[in-house]
């Protein structure tokens, strides 16, 4: 690598542009050059005897030749050869330069000598919470003046880094770990937090900002990973990389492609929505994972941040030994369609079509054609079983749902027309057990003729919110933002409206809305997605006070198309099933108003 390709001008330059790409409309200045601390907290803390010890231990030399906590033997990160083969044509590059305030180094003493892994500050209730790597934090002995150093510089010593040394006084692992060896299942639980204690300029997350840890929400996202690499980085500074992710094959692990992440960034955070002014983002991975989180320095992984991270965190956050939970093995895709097909996908609807007390899954392809998944009631799905054909006029259906309208014990679907132009006809359809002939072939009831007022509305929801008893209600909403609610929905009519919502421009826009049962108050609640992507539920139809399910960012504003259902048979109807443009589909098991639930995989990208 050349000196110029390391240079501080040019990397700080591009991690400004990079990170701006990855905020996608947050704050438009995110230069990171050299910092300019925030005025420290009166009054400040006096100097811990940890502190001070640590500090007097850790001179520049040292910290700038401790070596890599991955460097014990385990294959991942190890440096390449000038023989071995080099990264394929077209890999990102990473960039050095002078890193984020709440990223920096993790040091200790260990057997080994003196040893560093990458970490970030998370926004924590007590504002002294760092994220890194389990096989960073798991056998790591606190007695030899561990340190967290933000945003670190190899020529000044603990005394005089740009935010000072914060000392790590806890770590938590989660007890299923086992090291930065194993290629096992226990490799997705490669993640682990540390408490650090103040300095004399306050609480690390007060001096420098913190990350909110956010659970991943899918396999393919844009990502800025940021670390501190040993090997090729003889200045020791921070190397940063903003490139997509994809399924790590195998394990419950996202994969990234980018050179020069050497020996060193493990634990170095994968960033979304990086707001430089406010000092925050979104961090949805680290580097980890199988083997330690790489198999060369141009391909690394991360585990997947779902529950088992989040309980890790409150026992973080709770000061408790960790007791972690079960170890959830990486589910195989559920269906057995690739994204490229699920990306014309262009409507699901769920319900016990076949009557045999499991929900099921019917999927309108924008050909026309629609299949029908019945489920297991295990999470999965049978084959694909058709119910219209290619070319049917389901090509021309705007908006299409179900519920139990006819009170055959069988789903029912309702579809709202458009012509071949997608123009709402107001033509309202509701089509009675189509699970035993297919679509066309059974009852159809006319709710609304060509022409009626059904003409205004762009989507609709069926679902039981009036009551859990009976899934027999329909809320529309309308070009105008109008959300109205029909109770009783059946094959004589759609009954009386109440207005929910008057027209406004917020609902105008919404990008999808679906009904579940997330809030507890027994029957179900109107999810609505919004152009950015965030996810929000209601409490039943009362949407005048929402819930975030899940937060808008570049992952998730393409979700135009969604459903729940119950399809683990927990009850519930708290399944969330999501596509994405790409065709990627995910099932969210178990979600409640405080988030989205178990992330699965249903069609792999």
Same mark, same amino acid.
């Given at each position: 690598?050349?000196?110029?390709?390391?240079?501080?001008?040019?990397?700080?330059?591009?991690?400004?542009?990079?990170?701006?790409? =990855?905020?996608?409309?947050? @704050? !438009?200045?995110?230069?990171? &050059? $050299?910092?300019?601390?925030?005025?420290?907290? +009166? /009054? *400040?803390?006096?100097?811990?005897?940890?502190?001070?010890? =640590?500090?007097?231990?850790? @001179? !520049?030399?040292?910290?700038? &030749? $401790?070596?890599?906590?991955?460097?014990?033997? +385990? /294959? *991942?990160?190890?440096?390449?050869?000038?023989?071995?083969?080099?990264?394929?044509?077209? @890999?990102?590059?990473?960039?050095?330069?002078?890193?984020?305030?709440?990223?920096?180094?993790?040091?200790?003493?260990?057997?080994?000598?003196?040893?560093?892994?990458?970490?970030?500050?998370?926004?924590?209730?007590?504002?002294?919470?760092?994220?890194?790597?389990?096989?960073?934090?798991?056998?790591?002995?606190?007695?030899?003046?561990?340190?967290?150093?933000?945003?670190?510089?190899?020529?000044?010593?603990?005394?005089?880094?740009?935010?000072?040394?914060?000392?790590?006084?806890?770590?938590?692992?989660?007890?299923?770990?086992?090291?930065?060896?194993?290629?096992?299942?226990?490799?997705?639980?490669?993640?682990?937090?540390?408490?650090?204690?103040?300095?004399?300029?306050?609480?690390?997350?007060?001096?420098?900002?913190?990350?909110?840890?956010t659970a991943t929400p899918r396999m393919t996202?844009?990502?800025?990973?940021?670390?501190?690499?040993?090997?090729?980085?003889?200045?020791?500074?921070?190397?940063?990389?903003?490139?997509?992710?994809?399924?790590?094959?195998?394990?419950?692990?996202?994969?990234?492609?980018?050179?020069?992440?050497?020996?060193?960034?493990?634990?170095?955070?994968?960033?979304?929505?990086?707001?430089?002014?406010?000092?925050?983002?979104?961090?949805?991975?680290?580097?980890?994972?199988?083997?330690?989180?790489?198999?060369?320095?141009?391909?690394?992984?991360?585990?997947?941040?779902?529950?088992?991270?989040?309980?890790?965190?409150?026992?973080?956050?709770?000061?408790?030994?960790?007791?972690?939970?079960?170890?959830?093995?990486?589910?195989?895709?559920?269906?057995?369609?690739?994204?490229?097909?699920?990306?014309?996908?262009?409507?699901?609807?769920?319900?016990?079509?076949?009557?045999?007390?499991?929900?099921?899954?019917?999927?309108?392809?924008?050909?026309?054609?629609?299949?029908?998944?019945?489920?297991?009631?295990?999470?999965?799905?049978?084959?694909?079983?058709?119910?219209?054909?290619?070319?049917?006029?389901?090509?021309?259906?705007?908006?299409?749902?179900?519920?139990?309208?006819?009170?055959?014990?069988?789903?029912?679907?309702?579809?709202?027309?458009?012509?071949?132009?997608?123009?709402?006809?107001?033509?309202?359809?509701?089509?009675?057990?189509?699970?035993?002939?297919?679509?066309?072939?059974?009852?159809?009831?006319?709710?609304?003729?060509?022409?009626?007022?059904?003409?205004?509305?762009?989507?609709?929801?069926?679902?039981?919110?009036?009551?859990?008893a009976r899934r027999n209600d329909l809320v529309?909403?309308?070009?105008?933002?109008?959300?109205?609610?029909?109770?009783?929905?059946?094959?004589?009519?759609?009954?009386?409206?109440?207005?929910?919502?008057?027209?406004?421009?917020?609902?105008?826009?919404?990008?999808?809305?679906?009904?579940?049962?997330?809030?507890?108050?027994?029957?179900?609640?109107?999810?609505?997605?919004?152009?950015?992507?965030?996810?929000?539920?209601?409490?039943?139809?009362?949407?005048?006070?929402?819930?975030?399910?899940?937060?808008?960012?570049?992952?998730?504003?393409?979700?135009?198309?969604?459903?729940?259902?119950?399809?683990?048979?927990?009850?519930?109807?708290?399944?969330?099933?999501?596509?994405?443009?790409?065709?990627?589909?995910?099932?969210?098991?178990?979600?409640?108003?405080?988030?989205?639930?178990?992330?699965?995989?249903?069609?792999?990208?």
């Open positions: 690598m050349t000196p110029s390709r390391w240079s501080r001008s040019r990397w700080s330059r591009t991690l400004s542009i990079a990170l701006a790409v =990855a905020a996608c409309g947050t @704050t !438009a200045s995110v230069a990171v &050059a $050299a910092p300019t601390p925030p005025p420290a907290p +009166t /009054p *400040a803390p006096a100097a811990s005897d940890d502190l001070r010890a =640590a500090e007097k231990y850790w @001179t !520049a030399e040292r910290m700038s &030749a $401790a070596k890599p906590a991955d460097d014990k033997g +385990t /294959p *991942a990160r190890a440096p390449r050869s000038a023989k071995a083969a080099g990264p394929p044509k077209g @890999t990102p590059q990473g960039t050095l330069g002078d890193g984020l305030p709440m990223v920096g180094t993790f040091f200790y003493k260990s057997a080994q000598g003196d040893t560093s892994c990458s970490a970030s500050v998370v926004k924590s209730p007590g504002k002294n919470l760092v994220l890194t790597a389990g096989h960073c934090a798991k056998p790591r002995d606190l007695s030899n003046y561990p340190i967290f150093v933000p945003q670190f510089r190899s020529d000044k010593d603990a005394g005089h880094q740009p935010f000072g040394v914060f000392p790590v006084q806890a770590k938590f692992v989660d007890p299923a770990y086992t090291d930065s060896r194993s290629t096992g299942q226990d490799s997705n639980l490669d993640f682990g937090f540390l408490r650090v204690g103040a300095n004399g300029k306050g609480k690390v997350e007060d001096v420098v900002g913190g990350l909110r840890l996202n844009k990502v800025t990973v940021v670390g501190y690499p040993n090997d090729n980085n003889p200045g020791r500074k921070a190397v940063s990389c903003t490139t997509g992710t994809k399924h790590y094959q195998g394990y419950r692990q996202m994969e990234l492609d980018c050179a020069n992440l050497y020996r060193g960034v493990s634990g170095g955070p994968w960033i979304m929505n990086y707001d430089a002014r406010n000092r925050t983002g979104d961090v949805i991975g680290i580097v980890g994972g199988s083997g330690g989180g790489g198999a060369n320095h141009w391909t690394s992984y991360s585990p997947v941040f779902d529950q088992a991270i989040q309980r890790l965190y409150a026992d973080a956050v709770n000061d408790r030994t960790p007791t972690g939970g079960p170890l959830r093995p990486q589910n195989s895709p559920i269906m057995p369609e690739r994204a490229g097909i699920w990306s014309s996908a262009r409507h699901l609807v769920t319900g016990d079509f076949d009557g045999d007390g499991r929900d099921d899954l019917v999927v309108v392809w924008k050909d026309g054609e629609a299949t029908l998944y019945r489920g297991d009631g295990k999470g999965g799905f049978e084959s694909g079983r058709r119910i219209a054909d290619q070319g049917s006029a389901l090509k021309r259906a705007v908006s299409v749902t179900g519920g139990t309208f006819t009170g055959s014990g069988h789903a029912d679907l309702v579809v709202l027309w458009g012509d071949d132009k997608g123009t709402v006809s107001g033509k309202l359809s509701l089509f009675a057990d189509v699970a035993k002939a297919g679509v066309f072939k059974s009852r159809e009831s006319v709710l609304g003729k060509a022409g009626s007022d059904w003409k205004y509305a762009a989507k609709l929801v069926g679902g039981g919110f009036t009551s859990a529309a909403v309308y070009r105008d933002g109008e959300v109205g609610r029909f109770n009783g929905v059946s094959a004589s009519g759609t009954g009386r409206e109440t207005v929910i919502l008057k027209k406004n421009d917020a609902w105008k826009g919404a990008t999808a809305v679906t009904a579940a049962r997330v809030s507890g108050r027994g029957g179900e609640d109107l999810l609505v997605r919004w152009p950015g992507g965030m996810l929000q539920a209601c409490a039943g139809t009362d949407c005048n006070t929402r819930t975030t399910l899940q937060p808008g960012n570049t992952s998730t504003k393409d979700a135009s198309v969604m459903a729940a259902g119950d399809f683990s048979s927990s009850g519930r109807r708290d399944d969330v099933v999501v596509r994405w443009s790409n065709g990627e589909t995910s099932r969210y098991e178990g979600s409640t108003a405080r988030g989205l639930g178990i992330w699965n995989p249903l069609v792999s990208p």
